[in-house]
């Protein structure tokens, strides 16, 4: 009979596969523990601050983990499935970016216990989503509900996400910002959902953290244009946000204009002269005295003759508003976007008692205040003494921010402290000795995790 000098066993190969694939586990855990293990120290109030060095010799100093994640260069797939895992909770919730790495990292270390006993991965995961919904149940259930329309409770949790934060010193006014700024942008009471991007946050370098404050008005980084000694102060203003250039048009791309003599060369230019001129005068008509201009990428926005006439016309300008800017300003102001010179008209300009540029040591920004018919959206003026505590102070002021809403979105509070995640540790280990075969194993494996 012919014999198989090479072949190998059946069971020989089925033991290789089996260990190629405990080994891939096993990788797959440990990376996973190693990034929460990474960004565990940065836990809680005690946690300490992380300094990141990016290869542009940019310096980013914080204990947030979705800010300390991002800014790590992560390769293997589970490392960057958590990093997902932070920015997911940073969108939704705000805070409580490094909890959920850690909780992550400690259900894995749960699995691999579990999967050293030879149980399949896919029971040990549905199990596991079960004992979820479980504690899902266990943390309503504790839960203690509370009255939007108190203040005092919003400060407190507001000041809570802030105390393990580098700006804790000054949580007292932060949180009260974070509470007010929310509150303002509320449609009604009983709103369940808040536009973030309803509140525009300008940093300023200079002065202290406890400089910042909640603007009754609106404030823009732009600042006023000088080049025609335009004013930096108006009274009584009446606002206007148009959305066309104030400069002379341009032939199309495949044309061109032939100028054989000085006289057609005089003549073009008393003719861009006009149109300028005449463009001014609409707007000055209209009541208009402080005029925002969006920013143009075919052309100058505004040329420096039109800000000749606007100034001999006693016009403010503020060129460069980014379109991305246009919607919170007239929500803000209570103005309409102007399309074009026809369009120019009183009830499309926004009214404010003042407006004034100040200085900094940053430059300078734009402030409005006294506005006639403010809509639900506010801005927040940040200052610090560099630009490390500046960024610092924006995250730490955003997860305030997220703290707040997610009280509107669901009006209840739960124990703080590590008593929840006793709680449903503890409530699912005893339900799972009255629990037989191997869903209670695998409940006792969570509740351990």
Not at 97 to 119: I, M, Q
Request: charged share 25%; with cysteine.
């Amino acid at each position: 009979p012919l014999s198989c000098a090479f072949s190998r066993p059946i069971g020989a190969e089925m033991s290789e596969k089996t260990h190629k694939k405990e080994a891939v586990q096993a990788s797959n855990i440990l990376a996973g523990k190693a990034v929460a293990q990474q960004i565990r120290t940065s836990l809680g109030p005690r946690g300490m601050d992380k300094m990141i060095s990016s290869g542009k010799k940019d310096v980013t100093i914080s204990n947030d983990g979705a800010t300390i994640l991002k800014q790590l260069k992560i390769d293997h797939p589970i490392g960057r499935a958590l990093v997902q895992l932070s920015e997911a909770q940073d969108v939704n919730c705000g805070d409580g970016t490094t909890s959920v790495v850690v909780l992550a990292g400690a259900l894995l270390n749960a699995c691999e216990k579990l999967l050293g006993r030879s149980l399949h991965p896919t029971q040990v995961s549905d199990a596991f989503g079960r004992a979820r919904d479980e504690a899902v149940n266990i943390l309503q259930e504790i839960s203690i509900p509370i009255d939007i329309a108190d203040r005092d409770v919003l400060v407190r949790n507001a000041s809570t996400s802030l105390n393990s934060k580098m700006v804790s010193s000054s949580s007292p006014l932060l949180s009260d910002i974070a509470v007010d700024a929310v509150l303002r942008i509320m449609q009604t009471p009983e709103d369940t959902n808040v536009d973030l991007k309803n509140i525009h946050i300008v940093k300023k370098l200079g002065e202290t953290v406890d400089e910042s404050e909640l603007v009754n008005g609106l404030v823009l980084s732009q600042k006023a244009s000088h080049t025609a000694g335009g004013p930096s102060r108006v009274r009584n203003a009446k606002i206007g946000l148009i959305q066309f250039c104030i400069s002379p048009p341009k032939t199309d791309m495949e044309c061109s204009v032939v100028i054989k003599e000085y006289s057609q060369m005089d003549r073009v230019l008393r003719e861009e002269r006009q149109y300028l001129l005449n463009i001014c005068k609409a707007i000055k008509k209209s009541g208009c005295n402080v005029l925002l201009v969006q920013k143009s990428i075919l052309r100058d926005a505004v040329s420096d003759q039109a800000l000749h006439f606007l100034s001999k016309l006693g016009i403010m300008v503020l060129k460069d508003i980014d379109r991305t800017e246009i919607e919170f300003i007239c929500r803000s102001l209570g103005c309409l976007p102007i399309a074009s010179v026809d369009g120019i008209s009183p009830q499309k300009l926004g009214s404010a008692d003042l407006v004034e540029e100040v200085p900094t040591a940053d430059g300078k920004y734009v402030r409005f205040t006294g506005v006639r018919h403010p809509g639900r959206a506010v801005s927040v003026l940040l200052r610090g003494p560099n630009r490390l505590m500046l960024d610092e102070l924006d995250r730490s002021l955003h997860d305030a921010f997220c703290v707040v809403r997610s009280l509107v979105k669901r009006r209840f509070l739960i124990p703080g402290g590590g008593a929840p995640e006793v709680e449903v540790g503890r409530r699912p280990y005893a339900v799972s000795q009255k629990i037989l075969g191997g869903d209670g194993y695998w409940f006792r494996g969570f509740a351990g995790g």
